[in-house]
């Protein structure tokens, strides 16, 4: 059996895996906010897309104009329920943003229903063979666009102000505020980024797969799968991880007997990391900070 | 002693609960308007939730444990339910308790790693167990009387169903037994609350430091809980499965995980009251709604709202709500001294 067309197409999904769990990361590590509705806003966007696709837009508007509904879709959450969040744990920070997964979740449902619809770019029609494996132009966007986005990260995380903020509130939120970080600016720049950043993977996932509410939404599953494997830290490794997890599962569905269980694949991979990287468990007495 | 034990304030609070429940379990179906077929079998779905929001309820209230894959289990549960009986044909009181023991071990295997991590891990973990349980279900189906491991009858054999229990047969005896069923698990659940585990369990919520300190295995109580829980949840399965004779994987897709988590933090997750109210609006919410005429997905979006609503202000949730009510109707503020007036 030739499997090379199966790892081009894990490739590809991972790579906006990891390309969605940079965004996650981001917000996680800026406003130690687990984001559970990451994949409900890319669908979102994808939606909106359709949408605006179905009543004649031009394409790339529409697409802009996606990404930016995703980015303003997060940001409000931010503006709304950051202060409230600010000032609870983090489970309990990534418990609200479940809820905000639901309620996007019901809001597609509502508006589309859940027939399965489909979305093609542009790009996707143009493609070409490479050793057997036929790759279309999207395919190599998201390639393209993971590794631009890590590297990118990296980059404005090391040279830039806000970066620099934001590097400052992952080591202590109350200490850069002290020193006249400005916290909130930080945070709704985060949420803004990592929104957009869901609603590009989010498009890119819904032509690259299909179109359907809580398909879309519960993608944030081996999305979290690439964040744990980069140890919550880690741009890198998150970007690897993503790639492992789309390729682990593009390879079981390939085999007929266990191509039903591909879905398992990031929780299995998951765990492993989880058991590997857990040495010890670590009891640490918080000092109450009033 | 017993003089003391009775005073206790939670001691009442749970006989209270226990007498109302089972008035309730009993009772409800010689009402005029609630016996009538359907809101009567709504109810009795909504009573088998109650006992999985309970899972939900003890595991974040009491131990700070997020577990989104209860639905997964109540699957489970049902799915280990049906498989006995059709291969044995056992009692289904004998079937139920089985069917909560594999789901005990299901739940205590799928924690374990997480547990070593911090609670985030254990909220992911789970998650990931609630879209990976929702494929599994949808791709094995249920067992319906057929021949091998997963027991499908297809092509030209009929799909057989499991009977209700001897007690239940009619759709108010049915209500009655699974009433009494839920008020009994939920009574031992509250009274291992009030014992020693569930001290221990308050300990380790209290300050993990604090309990290790003391000589409390952390890591083995969680586990503990997390059996507990989803033996409480497979029993819910086994209802479930029992009431109908045949489930349906469409009923436990991911997402109803993320509902009843959701339903189970605005219900109120430090009373077992709570898990009731949160069985409640997961069932009976939608079916409300569609009976009026709404679209039963903007139920999502209140109760998503309504979580985020509830994680920010209102930690108690509406159970705390109506005990604070209570507290206020029992006793009213004390009189301010008539002022003196010349």
Redesign the interface.
Known sequence: MNLLPFVVAGLVIGSVYALSGVGVLVLYRTTGV?N?AHGAVGGMAALLVWQMVELRMQPPVAIALGVAAGAAIALLFGLV?GP??AR?D???K???T??????????M??VWNDKARTIRLESSRISFDVAGARVNVTQLVCLGLALLVVVGTLLALRYTSTGTSMRALASDRELAAVVGTNVRLVENTAWAISGAVAGVSGILLADQTRLEP?FL??L??PE??AV?IGRFVSLWLTLVGGLAVGVGQSLVSAWPTVS??S??V??VV??IV??V??RR?V???RVVRT | MSQVFLARADVRGALVGLVLGLALALGLPALPGVGAGLSLRTLTVCAIYALAAAGVGVLYGRLGLVSIMQIGLVAVGGWVTLRIYHATHLPFEVVMVLAALVTAVVGVLVGLPALRLSGLSLAIVTLMVAGALEVLVTYAGFPNGGDGFLGRASGGTLAAIMPRPALGQSDDDFFRYVGVAVVVVLALLRWLLMVRPGRTWAAIRQGEAGAVSLGVNTVAHRLFALAVTSAVTGVAGALLAASSGILDPASFKAQQSVLLFATVLIGGVFSLLGAVIGGLLFYGLPQLLSTVGVDGNLVFVVLGLGLVQAITTTQAGIAGQLGGLWRRLRQPRPRRPREVTA
Do not use: D, Y
């Open positions: 687990l559970f329920a409230f969040l609870v983090q489970l309990r990534a418990i609200a479940l809820g905000l997964a639901l309620a996007l979740l019901g809001l449902l509502f809580a939404t519960f944030i599953i979290l799968a744990v039903a269980f879905t398992a990031p929780f998951a765990t989880i058991l990287a857990a468990r009891v640490t007495v």
